[in-house]
């Protein structure tokens, strides 16, 4: 069980290694300063025993899908680790934004007035003023979340006016279908017409293109914790 255990260490910290290496070589391909693009490691569906081998391995930024998953893990590891920072990835119900104000560092889904809204009441009350960034929905997909490019920029300034929000970003999720560069550089085009320096962009199978259109946040899970169930 215990050489089970070790070997299983080993694959995660050397995954999360691979990882590091890549998007450091992306970053030297892009031009671009080391560290410019932060990587996020993906623990959603993962235990603390498949998480912890990567915190000691030195990574302290991890996201989550799901406020409740998260509450059931990381309030014990953050006992135990120093530094952790916690990003909401998934989609927010509104009903959980206090919650989620709680727990989180930040907040990368901000995709509707109703969540805005929510979430400036919450971080009032709390005093706690989280970064975030406002999904765009770049492929117009109607099952997925997001706001469509064309309201993107309104809805920004609706965000950052009307609610007081710290949008410090823009996010998006390019269909699976897709080539994801133009993706990536229409999110890239919305932020700098908005002035806006952070881009959440690229996951395990997308994130070196990512990095090459500029993402300053790439979330990467399976390509450091395998395939999931």
């Not at 915190?55 to 998260?70: H, T």
């Not at 690229?202 to 979330?219: C, E, F, N, P, Q």
Request: aromatic share 6%; charged share 25%.
């Amino acid at each position: 069980m215990q050489n089970t255990v070790e070997n299983m260490s080993k694959a995660l910290k050397d995954n999360f290694e691979a990882v590091q290496e890549q998007i450091k070589c992306a970053e030297e391909e892009a031009g671009r300063e080391e560290g410019a693009a932060q990587l996020i490691a993906v623990s959603k569906t993962y235990d603390a025993i498949s998480i912890e081998p990567v915190i000691e391995a030195g990574q302290r930024i991890f996201g989550e899908n799901r406020v409740q998953e998260a509450q059931g893990k990381w309030p014990e590891l953050r006992e135990k680790y120093s530094n952790i920072e916690l990003h909401l990835i998934g989609p927010l119900q509104s009903n959980k934004s206090a919650d989620a104000v709680a727990l989180f560092d930040v907040i990368h889904t901000v995709d509707r007035e109703k969540i805005a809204k929510t979430l400036s009441q919450e971080m009032e009350k709390q005093g706690r003023h989280l970064p975030c960034f406002v999904q765009v929905n770049t492929g117009e997909e109607l099952q997925k979340a997001g706001i469509a490019p064309s309201d993107a920029v309104v809805f920004v300034k609706k965000c950052q006016t009307e609610y007081g929000l710290n949008i410090v970003g823009l996010m998006c999720i390019p269909p699976v279908d897709e080539n994801p560069g133009p993706h990536f550089a229409l999110l890239r085009d919305l932020a700098k017409q908005l002035e806006l320096e952070q881009l959440s962009q690229g996951m395990s199978g997308d994130y070196k293109t990512a990095i090459l259109m500029g993402a300053t946040h790439v979330r990467v899970g399976s390509a450091i914790f395998g395939a999931r169930d």
